[in-house]
């Protein structure tokens, strides 16, 4: 049974860092690609960024470009999100999400997903 669990959410106040972190089990991890989402409270659900197998491709929305960065420790089966200079706009529940060695901006092309965790930004 593939399980994803993040964490590491919580409340910060803007300008602020978190991590989050995503442990998946169940599947060879080293092999799968990962992806962050976001759903903000009345809006669709969105791309944040994502990591490849490999760890030497990464893809990111335009809007965390510089703050946000994804990384792998294929070692520990986690995927993590540092997420610094933080805006109130980050605020949402966020999802780490897998698919087979790449990872895509396109939800539907991820076939396991965690239960998400929530991240407040407050101004």
């Known amino acids: 049974q593939v399980q994803l669990v993040e964490s590491g959410g919580g409340l910060v106040q803007a300008g602020g860092s978190l991590r989050l972190s995503c442990v998946i089990s169940?599947?060879?991890?080293?092999?799968?690609?990962m992806g962050w989402f976001r759903r903000a409270p009345g809006k669709a659900r969105e791309f944040v960024g994502g990591i490849s197998w490999s760890s030497g491709d990464t893809l990111y929305k335009d809007s965390v470009k510089g703050r946000f960065t994804i990384s792998r420790d294929n070692a520990k089966n986690t995927v993590y999100l540092q997420m610094n200079n933080l805006k109130p706009e980050d605020t949402a529940v966020y999802y780490c999400?897998?698919?087979?060695?790449?990872?895509?901006?396109?939800?539907?092309?991820?076939?396991?997903w965690g239960q998400g965790t929530q991240v407040t930004v407050s101004s």
């Open positions: 169940g599947r060879s991890f080293s092999r799968y690609g």
């Open positions: 999400a897998s698919r087979p060695y790449y990872a895509s901006e396109s939800s539907s092309a991820y076939d396991y």
